[in-house]
């Protein structure tokens, strides 16, 4: 054989083999499942009746912690779960964020202004699997408003009117013609906690339609009722334990629509959460201290002027410096004056923010110039009323949002299925491992990630 050629040959075969490599898995199927607030300390806790969850992990893997993305609320985690970045690269910094200019709150969450591509500067999973031809499909997942790359979704929407129109259109004739009632999701939402055990239920089956129907090759699903319990009454209480076993009932009925669908034995699932819970009983609030120091104004209820405002992400605040000239000096001595309120564990300033995941304000005006993480037992508060800087609650309450080394925000972590290595425990992951560990099991790549894969967990 001429040389010329047999060079030619053996660059073409290592070619189709570096494509084969990474040629998406179109027979598989992943089903990522968050059950938001299901807190890490909950899987070896014999009063969480979680029977599908432990029998998950008993023939597949877990982690004792996954470390979660800082502030530990909703709306950043679940991106970071699907973009394997931190919340300062993805964008979505935090449940909301405070406009310098307008002064003015700005809601990521539930997603009433921005679709995905505004918001969320990274690619997904999901875009990923997408692009590479496979079929992905959403349900309630935070920060995914009209994303062009899930298949078929609905968005984590209250008000119905924008649930519905950036829903699939097709989907919800389908879901009409089966009697899924989605015209509840505004009604349910409004209800607060005696709505979220019915909401969970209405998004189960969607996915179970999904799935059955569709057969999506990624599926990403947002359950709601541990957290809002929690927050209603505190971590491992009755109501909190009745929330797990609810919750472990979704999973165990999503995993039959796989069997009913017959993709089950060519399925993954991984069951995971967004942040653990702290209960409290202690309310501090930052705007009240600032109100004392005339660097902020109220009339009655209204904030009428500000020169340094706080937004409270439960366990965490955020501090805006908003008189631009006094800004270094403000700093400073905001800094020690929070650093000796009570219940405030850490104060952070922008020389640690990169510890934390979030960009400074030079970089990212949306950000703050301090962060305040409190300790167990507090929970910050945004109003500015009255004149106590710390007061007690009328009860115990639950509040996440903290440090994410805080011991009780570690979050739960399973993965069982095809591609899962068996009786597999880890010590711990992050949250920013879930994505590129997902795109390796679809037998695609996500780039520039700072999590990892799991290689460790996965069978090949």
Not at 99 to 127: A, C, G, S, W
Not at 150 to 170: H, N, R, Y
Request: hydrophobic content about 40%; overall charge positive; proline content about 6%.
């Amino acid at each position: 054989m001429n040389p010329n050629m047999k060079i030619r040959l053996i660059l073409l075969t290592l070619l189709l083999a570096a494509f084969t490599t990474q040629a998406a898995h179109k027979d598989r199927h992943v089903i990522l499942i968050s059950v938001d607030g299901l807190a890490s300390y909950y899987f070896d806790d014999p009063r969480a009746h979680m029977p599908t969850i432990r029998s998950l992990a008993a023939n597949g893997a877990r982690a004792k912690r996954m470390k979660c993305s800082f502030p530990s609320v909703t709306w950043p985690n679940h991106t970071t779960l699907v973009t394997g970045v931190e919340p300062g690269r993805h964008g979505v910094i935090a449940n909301n964020y405070f406009d310098r200019k307008t002064k003015k709150t700005i809601p990521f969450i539930p997603d009433p202004l921005f679709d995905k591509h505004e918001i969320v500067k990274v690619p997904t999973v999901y875009d990923v699997a997408h692009q590479a031809g496979l079929k992905t499909a959403g349900v309630i997942w935070p920060a995914s408003r009209n994303a062009a790359t899930l298949d078929w979704q609905l968005p984590d929407v209250f008000d119905q009117k924008i649930f519905e129109s950036a829903s699939t259109p097709g989907l919800l004739q389908e879901l009409k013609a089966k009697g899924i009632p989605y015209e509840k999701q505004m009604e349910w939402c409004k209800a607060g906690n005696a709505g979220k055990a019915q909401r969970d239920w209405m998004y189960t089956r969607i996915a179970e339609h999904m799935i059955t129907t569709h057969k999506p090759n990624f599926l990403a699903i947002h359950l709601v009722t541990v957290d809002s319990f929690e927050h209603g009454t505190g971590r491992n209480t009755p109501e909190a334990y009745w929330a797990c076993n609810d919750s472990d009932n979704r999973v165990r009925e999503i995993i039959e629509a796989t069997k009913t669908a017959g993709i089950y034995e060519n399925t993954a699932f991984f069951v995971v959460a967004d942040h653990g819970f702290i209960t409290y009983t202690n309310s501090i609030k930052p705007n009240v201290l600032l109100k004392q120091k005339g660097l902020l104004k109220t009339a009655g209820p209204r904030t009428v002027e500000q020169k340094v405002y706080c937004l409270a992400q439960g366990g965490a605040a955020m501090i805006y410096i908003l008189d631009d000239a006094n800004r270094a000096n403000l700093t400073r001595s905001l800094k020690a004056e929070f650093a000796k309120v009570e219940g405030v564990e850490a104060v952070l300033g922008t020389d640690r923010f990169a510890e934390v995941g979030q960009l400074p304000p030079s970089e990212d005006p949306r950000t703050p110039d301090i962060f305040l993480s409190a300790a167990d037992g507090y929970s910050f508060s945004g109003s500015a009323n009255g004149d106590k800087v710390v007061s007690a609650t009328s009860g115990p309450r639950g509040s996440h949002g903290y440090l994410t080394t805080h011991p009780l925000m570690y979050a739960n972590f399973v993965a069982s299925g095809a591609g899962i290595r068996k009786g597999k425990v880890l010590p711990e992951v992050s949250n920013m491992d879930v994505a590129p560990t997902i795109a390796a099991l679809l037998g695609t790549r996500m780039k520039d990630t700072d999590g990892r894969i799991l290689s460790e967990i996965l069978t090949r």
